[in-house]
């Protein structure tokens, strides 16, 4: 079924025409490495651009209406185009974006995620989770004076955490002298395995002389009572904990992963789903952020209000029944492909809310990507399975459809 913001023809001038840079290979003027959809190449001549996005579809560049189970890697929880999302942002829109003074919302939009934090006093915004990590680990290494951090998972491509991050290194295999090391910023990363046997050992030992460990939650994270123990052993060694929600919050659990594992950090960083698709990223914490001598923001962007109008209308919606309605059809979705996935030796796993699928080693990621493209599913095969509340029973149906075709193709042949 298309909605008629989908059908609708958007033009576009030569300069404009995503098609003139979409070849592989192509000379400019987007540049080869910003080609790639997500860090993964759509390959095959699947249109990776589009021309409108409502609800749970998408229409892509050559008219052909896929399914959204990607959503923008996690951001879109409410489906595209909310409405309530258009009205709030056109509300502000006649003063720009950034103005030279801030915007009352900027205030009050950090009191409501201070309210749904239990442990924080004080929020910062930033546009991309990425930026609120960095800025967690500058408030740890300056409140800590130490310069190492435990990581559990991809916290985001600035460095330290980014692409010049040294070697993974586990905790079971470092050296004294490797530890001083350190990487191109002056950080040294120990990177942490969640399915180590011996995880909380080799947390008690890395933490040592560590500034913080980065704690995620995703379709690996072991059970909480694990959780808590990694938490324990870092905190008796003095390190401070963070817990990075950029993509799991308000979808691992709402309000926040607190529910769930009953833990309060002594940083949190929120992004992607706070705002259905509009860039923003909230770092909410206590006493680390009450003084400039651990943490002070310089960001020209920072206070920029569409988004915070966005965001918004986003904890409006999720609260009045968002969260229960993406909650639903999340839950369809993990309870049929926990059902169909048997069959074909595809495992589900994390949490109904949260979940990924696992591929046997004979199924190439690109070709299941692709093979659930032609059958008006985009899902990106090394992601969760990332729904929305857009999604009724009909989406739901028809994505467990496709997923069988896929697997009958790629997988039986």
Not at 124 to 138: D, L, R, W
Not at 262 to 288: C, H, Q, T, W, Y
Not at 299 to 320: I, N
Not at 382 to 393: H, M, T
């Given at each position: 079924m298309r909605d008629d913001v989908l059908t609708r023809d958007l033009d576009s001038d030569s300069r404009g025409d995503p098609r003139r840079a979409s070849g592989t290979g192509a000379k400019g003027p987007l540049a080869p490495g910003a080609q790639v959809w997500h860090n993964f190449a759509l390959s095959?001549?699947?249109?990776?651009?589009?021309?409108?996005?409502?609800?749970?579809?998408?229409?892509?560049?050559?008219?052909?209406?896929?399914?959204?189970?990607?959503?923008?890697?996690?951001?879109?929880?409410?489906?595209?185009g909310n409405q309530a999302q258009i009205d709030a942002v056109r509300a502000v829109l006649d003063s720009g974006a950034t103005v030279s003074l801030r915007h009352p919302l900027e205030p009050r939009l950090a009191g409501r995620v201070v309210d749904l934090c239990p442990e924080a006093e004080y929020a910062a915004f930033f546009k991309t989770g990425s930026e609120a990590v960095h800025a967690a680990i500058t408030a740890c290494i300056r409140a800590t004076g130490r310069r190492k951090v435990l990581t559990t998972t991809y916290h985001g491509w600035l460095l330290p955490l980014g692409y010049l991050k040294p070697e993974n290194r586990s905790a079971a295999n470092r050296t004294s002298a490797r530890e001083t090391t350190g990487n191109a910023s002056g950080i040294d990363v120990v990177d942490l395995d969640w399915q180590s046997p011996n995880l909380v050992e080799e947390v008690r030992a890395a933490a040592q002389g560590a500034a913080c460990i980065l704690v995620t939650p995703n379709a690996l994270t072991p059970g909480a009572p694990i959780v808590r123990a990694v938490v324990r052993a870092a905190r008796d060694a003095g390190a401070l904990v963070v817990f990075d929600e950029v993509k799991a919050g308000f979808r691992y659990a709402y309000p926040n992963v607190t529910a769930v594992w009953d833990?309060?950090?002594?940083?949190?960083?929120?992004?992607?789903?706070?705002?259905?698709?509009?860039?923003?990223?909230?770092?909410?914490?206590g006493e680390l952020l009450a003084s400039e001598a651990t943490f002070s923001l310089f960001s020209t962007y920072a206070s920029e209000f569409v988004s915070m109008a966005a965001a918004s209308a986003c904890l409006d919606e999720l609260a009045g029944g968002g969260y229960d309605a993406f909650a639903r059809a999340s839950t369809a979705l993990y309870e049929?492909?926990?059902?169909?996935?048997?069959?074909?030796?595809?495992?589900?796993?994390?949490?109904p809310t949260f979940f990924r699928l696992e591929l046997p080693g004979t199924v190439q990621p690109d070709v299941l990507c692709r093979a659930l493209y032609d059958r008006g599913v985009l899902y990106?095969?090394?992601?969760?399975?990332?729904?929305?509340?857009?999604?009724?029973?009909?989406?739901?149906?028809?994505?467990?459809?496709?997923?069988?075709?896929?697997?009958?193709?790629?997988?039986?042949?």
């Amino acid at each position: 079924m298309r909605d008629d913001v989908l059908t609708r023809d958007l033009d576009s001038d030569s300069r404009g025409d995503p098609r003139r840079a979409s070849g592989t290979g192509a000379k400019g003027p987007l540049a080869p490495g910003a080609q790639v959809w997500h860090n993964f190449a759509l390959s095959a001549g699947r249109p990776a651009f589009f021309r409108a996005a409502k609800g749970a579809r998408v229409l892509t560049e050559d008219g052909t209406t896929l399914l959204d189970l990607y959503g923008g890697s996690g951001t879109i929880i409410l489906g595209h185009g909310n409405q309530a999302q258009i009205d709030a942002v056109r509300a502000v829109l006649d003063s720009g974006a950034t103005v030279s003074l801030r915007h009352p919302l900027e205030p009050r939009l950090a009191g409501r995620v201070v309210d749904l934090c239990p442990e924080a006093e004080y929020a910062a915004f930033f546009k991309t989770g990425s930026e609120a990590v960095h800025a967690a680990i500058t408030a740890c290494i300056r409140a800590t004076g130490r310069r190492k951090v435990l990581t559990t998972t991809y916290h985001g491509w600035l460095l330290p955490l980014g692409y010049l991050k040294p070697e993974n290194r586990s905790a079971a295999n470092r050296t004294s002298a490797r530890e001083t090391t350190g990487n191109a910023s002056g950080i040294d990363v120990v990177d942490l395995d969640w399915q180590s046997p011996n995880l909380v050992e080799e947390v008690r030992a890395a933490a040592q002389g560590a500034a913080c460990i980065l704690v995620t939650p995703n379709a690996l994270t072991p059970g909480a009572p694990i959780v808590r123990a990694v938490v324990r052993a870092a905190r008796d060694a003095g390190a401070l904990v963070v817990f990075d929600e950029v993509k799991a919050g308000f979808r691992y659990a709402y309000p926040n992963v607190t529910a769930v594992w009953d833990l309060r950090p002594d940083l949190r960083v929120l992004s992607k789903a706070m705002g259905n698709g509009f860039p923003i990223a909230a770092l909410a914490g206590g006493e680390l952020l009450a003084s400039e001598a651990t943490f002070s923001l310089f960001s020209t962007y920072a206070s920029e209000f569409v988004s915070m109008a966005a965001a918004s209308a986003c904890l409006d919606e999720l609260a009045g029944g968002g969260y229960d309605a993406f909650a639903r059809a999340s839950t369809a979705l993990y309870e049929g492909l926990r059902e169909i996935g048997p069959r074909y030796g595809v495992a589900v796993r994390g949490i109904p809310t949260f979940f990924r699928l696992e591929l046997p080693g004979t199924v190439q990621p690109d070709v299941l990507c692709r093979a659930l493209y032609d059958r008006g599913v985009l899902y990106h095969p090394l992601d969760e399975v990332l729904a929305s509340a857009a999604y009724g029973s009909a989406e739901v149906e028809q994505a467990l459809a496709a997923f069988t075709g896929a697997f009958d193709e790629t997988i039986l042949g």
